[in-house]
């Protein structure tokens, strides 16, 4: 059964040795479990549905709560504290197009607002209703989960929109095929998620974002239906996919997907290189992707990350036996850590597996075969559970996302991490920040930072720390040039940045697309564009 107040299914625990304890007491000192609130109490606390009973809409209160939020680090602070700033008045299921406008029909009526919900999985504040708000109904998508179509002649497959992670890749799967598309949050979000939020994968490199997967398909929107048909390319006129692609639930639903597939690949491997310090490991993993080796991920982990991998997976003697190793090699504390993927046929991985090995030998990188590959593979859906571990042991953890050029790239990188440790230093707290580069290109990189520090026994201290934390690293992002996300979207917490990157003329547009698909402002209040 899934969490209600933190990440992923009841069953699953990410266990926290006492040595990783250990080390993360030594870095920010010791915490100390908080209590949570109860289930009981928040339930008891939901306020009455602000719209008149109705037949097919949900308004149990266990149903409500568990709309009111996503995953973002003040839905964190709201679910453990209790002090959720609002619900949505009620749920419903739409199964199909015909559903879908009714409620349309029936929010204008009624004046009310809805939004769609795939997975929940939300890190910026997608899906949350708002105090201001008119009343509010969640359209949870997740009954519209079904492989419609396979076209093998094409490599096409049409999914129903809500469809999430695991039953996308099993469907496909019986017919020998995969999507490939595997964000962090796999197992919970949903095919219209992604597509709403301009997702990445964790092999994107290989496989495309969902930008490159999403072929066309159909959405549904308050002023009719808008086909988008799987045209492998067009020059007529602007793509209207684009326009859907990240459009966050404010310009229709997208009911299906018409997604591009390939054939489940033979090799699917994960090898670990060391480097002497994240610099040559970023020449290195430059040239990689400029040299256009086909690998299928590069995930170069900076000196902090690199540690603090090592150490919080609580495998000691096994680590101290590594370390003793890399040590006689000369890769010391400033060593960073790189994952290489190599995905496909077994002549083209070999082939991308030995050239980027040269490559990362020329820049000083230990190659050391497939067994820290195979952990992280093993382990890469587990990690979001250590956040509900942290948050136990008195340890908030966030992390946030950016894409610039190669040649801004590291100075920012650090630039970022610099703000948000600066940021808490007037709190008497200190951060355990690090990065990664996590998705590649010839021009560019996307860096991904994590930071975790201590709650504070006030629930709304422990946000004030993120959101001095937040507000300072966002204020890097737009400084250095980068996007204020690579893949986790806009919702409420990065929209005060959004105008930095469109510019006022490019907010009009969108703008306008908002008024020619949803002129009664129906969806999604607040996101995006006012
Ligand atoms: C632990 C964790 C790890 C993560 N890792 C990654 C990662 O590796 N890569 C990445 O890209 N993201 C990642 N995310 C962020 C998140 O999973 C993505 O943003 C994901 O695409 C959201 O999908 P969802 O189905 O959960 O959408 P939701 O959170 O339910 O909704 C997100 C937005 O999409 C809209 N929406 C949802 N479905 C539809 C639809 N059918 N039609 C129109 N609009 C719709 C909603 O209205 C909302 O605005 C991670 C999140 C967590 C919690």
Known sequence: MRRWNGWGDEATTYHLPASAAAYLESLMGAAQSLPDASLDGILAAVPAPRLPPHAGISTDPAERLHHAHGQSLPDWVAMRSGHLPAFPDGVVYPTCDQDLRGWFDYARNAGARLIPYGGGTSVVGHINPRPQDAPTITLDLSRQNCLLNLDETSLLATFEAGVNGPDLERALAAHGYTFGHFPQSWELSTLGGWIATRSSGQQSYHYGRIEDLFAGGHVETPEGPLELPPLPASAAGPDLRQMILGSEGRFGIVTRGIVRVRKSPEVDRF????????????????????????????????????????????????????????????????????????????????????????????????????????????????????????????????????????????????????????ALEPFNERALVFAHLSHVYPDGVSIYVTYLWRRAADPDQTLAHWQAMKSAASSVVVSCGGTISHQHGVGLDHAPYLQAEKGELGIRMIESVRQSLDPDRLLNPGKLVA
């Open 271 to 422: 090898y670990g290189i060391f480097f002497h310090d994240w610099q040559s490991g970023a020449d290195a993993v430059r040239e990689i992707v400029q040299s256009a080796v086909p690998v299928s991920m590069l995930r170069l982990s900076d000196a902090r990350e690199t540690e603090a991998t090592l150490r919080l997976s609580g495998k000691d003697r096994l680590i101290a036996y590594a370390d003793r190793g890399l040590r006689a090699f000369g890769y010391r504390a400033g060593r960073s850590l790189l994952i290489l993927g190599v995905t496909g046929d077994s002549a083209s991985a070999r082939f991308a597996y030995h050239t980027a090995a040269a490559i990362s030998r020329k820049h000083g990188g230990l190659v050391t075969g497939q067994t820290i590959g195979k952990t992280w593979r093993k382990n890469r859906f587990l990690a979001p559970y250590l956040r509900n571990t942290l948050w136990e042991r008195g340890y908030a953890i966030d992390t946030l996302e950016t894409a610039l050029p190669w040649s801004k790239a590291i100075p920012a990188a650090a630039a970022i991490q610099d703000a948000i440790r600066n």
